[in-house]
């Protein structure tokens, strides 16, 4: 079975700083996606980031930028001049193949809180 | 483009009564999948609905059923509710063979 490990449970970061928040996963699939999910407190799970097993580059979305090391089975997440609004909790998530559907395998999160 | 909505927003109810949860999917998706989200903890998955079928369901009872209607969007069933299923229940949207879901608000339900 897969999992994801995020072992940071709270992060602080001063607000115009990077920051990284760790992710470690396990499979035993050749053909995996790794996902980052932003969760603030209103609940909905915003969409963040995908990197591809077989992608060769590191995926970007503008300020945030996916650390993908496949021989650490690590997938950071990088996040550049952090904002206020970046504060809420993030989630690693590995999509995992069912006999045709997909699930999504979830890490336990990191709260992120950036301070001014 | 509108996203995924899922109804009610919250909910409230007691041990034994059942609950329905609607969501309707992202415009031009056809797959939905449903998770719960208790209080502290990453989502779980419990079922994923493609061409109003159950393709797969995770580690949930029966008690849990759901539905696809031929316009895509999906309901979640819980019979008999126990204190236990009290968490965020999250709705996701994708296109079958793309990668991403997306996500919904979620519906918070309180069963007391």
């Known amino acids: 079975a897969q999992k994801i490990t995020q072992t940071q449970p709270g992060m602080f970061v001063q607000e115009k700083e990077a920051v990284t928040l760790d992710c470690t996963y396990d499979?035993?699939?050749?053909?995996?996606?790794l996902f980052w999910y932003k969760q603030p407190s209103s609940g909905e799970m915003i969409f963040l980031i995908y990197?591809?097993?077989?992608?060769?580059q590191n995926a970007t979305e503008g300020r945030y930028s996916l650390n993908f090391q496949k021989a650490r089975k690590s997938a950071n997440l990088v996040i550049s001049a952090s904002q206020l609004g970046d504060s809420a909790m993030y989630f690693c998530?590995?999509?995992?193949?069912?006999?045709?559907?997909?699930?999504?395998?979830f890490g336990q999160g990191t709260r992120l809180t950036i301070n001014p | 483009d509108a996203g995924v909505t899922q109804s009610p927003t919250h909910l409230i109810k007691t041990r034994g009564q059942q609950v329905t949860l609607r969501c309707s999917p992202k415009?031009?998706?056809?797959?939905v999948s449903w998770y719960q989200q208790a209080l502290g903890q990453g989502p779980q998955f419990i079922f994923q609905?493609?061409?109003?079928?159950?393709?797969q369901r995770g580690n949930f009872p029966d008690r849990f059923s759901g539905h696809q209607f031929p316009n895509y969007s999906s309901e979640l069933n819980v019979n008999a509710l126990w204190l236990g299923d009290s968490a965020l229940y999250l709705c996701?949207?994708?296109?079958?063979?793309?990668?991403?879901?997306?996500f919904g608000p979620g519906t918070r339900l309180l069963v007391l």
């Open positions: 609905y493609y061409e109003e079928e159950e393709r």
């Open positions: 998530a590995m999509r995992e193949n069912l006999e045709g559907a997909q699930k999504l395998v």
């Open positions: 990197q591809g097993s077989y992608d060769e």
């Open positions: 499979t035993s699939d050749q053909s995996y996606g």
């Open positions: 415009s031009g998706h056809d797959t």
């Open positions: 996701a949207s994708s296109l079958l063979g793309k990668e991403t879901q997306y």
